[in-house]
C-alpha cells in the first residue's frame, strides 16, 4: 500500500488503481480549462456532446464533431470514456417529438430509436467502454416508470427495446440504466425490482449506473451503504456516474459568498465515508465519475436556485485540492 507523504504526490486515479476507475464529466470545449488537473482522473463523461439534441441534431444528420474532440483527447491520454447518454426524456431535438408534421407511428419510433442507439454505438465501438443507455426512466411516483415522450411513442418496453439495440450494436460494451435517488426510499426497492424483472426476461442490463447526486446532510450514508448490500447479492453491476456533494439542503433557497468552515469539514465528512461505502464494494463497482472537475464550473450553480454559486467537487474555484479530496487519498494510504 502506497505511504501517506507518497500519495500527495500522485494522482488521485493512481491511488485507486486496482479498485475502480476514477472519472469526471467534461465538455469538450472545457479541456484546456481543466488541464491542470486532469492528469487526476483515468475515465471521462461527455457532459453533453453525445446527448440526442447535439448528437443528433436532424432525421438524416448525425454531429459527432464534439464527441469525438472528447474520445480522440481520452485516446491521446490513455483515458477511458464512458458514454452518456443514449435515450433520455431531456434534450432532444425538436425533429424527434415536436415536428407535428411528421406522425410518426409507434412502428416509426422503434426505428428512430435502433437507428440512433446503432450509428452512435458503432462509431464509437472501440472508444467507449459503457453506455447509459437509458437515463432517468424510473418514476418518482407510484407508477415504474417515468411517464415521457420515449413512453408513450413506444410504452413501457422502450426501455427493453432500447437496451436490446444497445447490445446488438456493440455485444461488449457494459450498458447501464442510469437514474438518481435510486439508494434510497421507495425508488430503491422499485430500481431493484425492475432490473431483476429485466434479466430474468433476458434483457442485456449490465446493472445501474447512480448518479450520486448528494448534499452535505443527505442522504444518509446508511441507506446508501445499505442499497449497495442489497445490490450484492444480485448479478448487477454498478458505476457511480455523476457524483458531487452540494453545501446546500435542496430546499434551502439561501445564497452564500462562499461556503462556511464547517460545511467544507462536513463536505470532507461525507466524501470520506462515501469511498469507504464504495471500497467495501468494489467487487460491485467499476468507475466513480465525478460531475464536473473543479468549483469554478458546475451545474449546482444554477439547479435547483438558478444562479446561484455552489462547491460540489474535490478542487474549489482555484483548482486547488480541498480537504476532501486529502480525505478520499488517505483512505488508500
Not at 411513442?153 to 437496451?163: F, N, R, S, W
Request: charged letters at 30%; hydrophobic letters at 35%.
Amino acid at each position: 500500500m502506497k505511504n501517506a507523504v507518497k500519495s500527495k504526490e500522485e494522482k488521485l486515479w493512481k491511488l485507486y488503481d486496482g479498485l475502480f476507475k476514477i472519472g469526471a464529466a467534461v465538455d469538450e470545449d472545457k479541456l484546456p480549462q481543466y488541464d491542470d488537473l486532469l492528469d487526476n482522473f483515468n475515465s471521462l463523461s461527455p457532459e453533453n456532446q453525445m446527448k440526442p439534441c447535439i448528437i443528433h441534431p436532424e432525421k438524416d444528420v448525425f454531429d459527432f464533431a464534439a464527441a469525438d474532440s472528447l474520445v480522440n483527447y481520452a485516446k491521446e491520454h490513455s483515458k477511458a470514456v464512458r458514454g452518456h447518454t443514449l435515450i433520455w426524456h431531456n434534450q432532444n431535438p425538436d425533429w424527434i417529438f415536436n415536428d407535428k408534421e411528421a406522425a410518426y407511428t409507434s412502428s416509426d419510433y422503434v426505428k428512430i430509436m435502433e437507428n440512433h442507439i446503432g450509428t452512435i454505438m458503432d462509431r464509437y465501438r472501440d472508444s467507449v467502454f459503457s453506455w447509459d443507455v437509458v437515463n432517468e426512466i424510473l418514476s418518482d411516483g407510484n407508477e415504474l416508470l417515468r411517464d415521457t415522450n420515449w413512453k408513450n411513442a413506444i410504452g413501457d418496453t422502450y426501455v427493453e427495446k432500447a437496451l436490446c439495440f444497445a447490445r446488438e450494436a456493440n455485444p461488449k460494451a457494459e450498458l447501464f440504466i442510469n437514474d438518481y435517488n435510486i439508494e434510497y426510499g421507495e425508488k430503491s426497492d422499485k430500481a431493484i425490482e425492475y432490473i431483476t424483472s429485466l434479466k430474468k426476461k433476458g434483457v442485456p442490463v449490465d446493472g445501474f449506473g447512480i448518479q450520486g447526486h448528494y448534499r452535505i446532510y443527505f442522504p444518509p450514508l446508511e441507506e446508501i451503504r445499505n442499497f449497495f448490500r442489497k445490490l450484492s447479492k444480485l448479478d448487477v453491476k454498478v458505476q457511480i456516474t455523476e457524483l458531487d456533494v452540494s453545501m446546500y439542503r435542496y430546499e434551502d433557497n439561501t445564497r452564500l459568498e462562499e461556503p462556511s468552515i464547517i460545511m467544507i469539514d462536513k463536505q470532507r465528512y461525507y466524501y470520506e465515508e462515501l469511498f469507504k461505502i464504495y471500497k467495501e464494494y468494489r467487487d460491485i463497482i467499476g468507475s466513480v465519475t465525478f460531475w464536473g472537475i473543479a468549483d469554478d464550473y458546475t451545474w449546482l450553480d444554477d439547479f435547483p436556485v438558478e444562479n446561484r454559486k455552489d462547491w460540489p467537487l474535490l478542487f474549489d474555484v482555484n483548482h486547488k485540492r480541498k480537504p476532501a479530496f486529502d480525505s478520499i487519498c488517505k483512505l488508500v494510504c
